[in-house]
């Protein structure tokens, strides 16, 4: 691959596309996502549509990528000649990222020919949904897959030379989440995304009464720092993980606050705006996927410079590194010390924020209330 493409937040070019793929063979009980399972003709209507919303997106936006994201849903789920198809609609109207190429992949798809077959396709990284290493886990969180196949899925995409990062979801009963951890990273990744079980409302978990208790996500939380911290790997974001060089620099782009693209049903993009008015930026997001199917737009909102200031501070301080307030206000045109000083000054003496120069970030107490912090900025 060649260097990362230069990018700045209000840049005039895109440098970041996210694809999104909704179909699934099954819809897991804790997901909340625009997921379906696929019907005879959707996928090739899908297909097709897609190809129409990326020549639209060319011919209205200046595509320079760095980046390419296909997430879902579980787009390893396409075959052979759907994911080629998808590919070649991506390459034919935008192009494809120079720097980082990512494929979400559930590890009951994995072979190792679709591995080659993917890697061919321009894929250089694997984002794979293993959840767990402990198949009783597995079972209570409905997944399809069990352990051996997670740990041969894992194992595939590393030896076909793939960067791959493991998610696992924690807080969930009776799960061994060490065993989990050492297991994954003994597998070869070099990221690791970890998400506390959440349950939303309309999942089957919440129709079943399903419930996390705090003490339980806190120790969770807790307990994948340390260890992952002892394996090596460094906590870059509250949920996210890597050895050293091994970052997403896709999902680094949305908590520094760039520009993307959004392809597809339920998709979002967040768009540079119209020349002349009074909006930073624009956000998009994709009707489900009947509408979308049928040619309608979606929701489109005006970010406006304090919407814009807000969004920033709550995803940069997602980041161990924080933010910088000095390229924020020249960015926004909002003098973002002096205006949120009373919400910044509080959190600092509530050991929940520091401040050093320009740069604001959140301490580890700070990530586990972070709603309530960027809520004292919202009210300030």
Known sequence: MSAPVPDSNLDPAVRHLYVHVPFCPTI??????????????LVERYLERVEEEAARLAHEYAADLG??????GTPSFLRDAEITALVGSIRRHLGWGRAEN????????????RALLWRDLGFDRASVGVQSLDDATLKFLGRQHDARQAREAVGTLVRAGFRVS?????AVPGQPLEADIRGLVDLGVGHVSAYTLTIEPGTEFARRGVTVEEDDERR??????????????????????????????????????R?????????????????????????RTNPHL???LAGEGGEVEAILPGDYVTDALFMGLRLRAGLDLADLSRCSGVDVRARYAGSIATNV??????????????????WWVLNRVVTDFLEG
């Open 290 to 292: 009947y509408d979308w």
């Open 28 to 41: 897991c009980p804790y997901c909340d996502f625009h997921v379906l399972t696929r019907r005879a003709g």
């Open 166 to 170: 493991g998610d696992l979801i924690t």
């Open 67 to 72: 980046t390419v994201y296909i997430g879902g």
């Open 349 to 366: 003496a509530r050991g929940l924020l520091v401040l050093e120069g320009d740069r604001l970030r959140a301490t580890p107490q700070g």
């Open 102 to 113: 990512t494929l979400e992949i559930n590890p009951g798809t994995v072979s190792p020919a």
């Open 220 to 257: 969770g939380f807790e307990e994948t720092e340390a260890r992952l911290t002892d394996l090596g790997f460094s906590r870059y974001e509250i949920s996210n993980y890597a050895r050293p060089g091994q970052e997403s620099r896709h999902n680094l782009a949305y908590w520094e606050g």
């Open 259 to 283: 520009t993307y693209l959004g392809l597809g049903p339920g998709a979002a993009g967040h768009y540079p705006a119209p020349p002349g008015g009074k909006a930073l930026t624009t956000r």
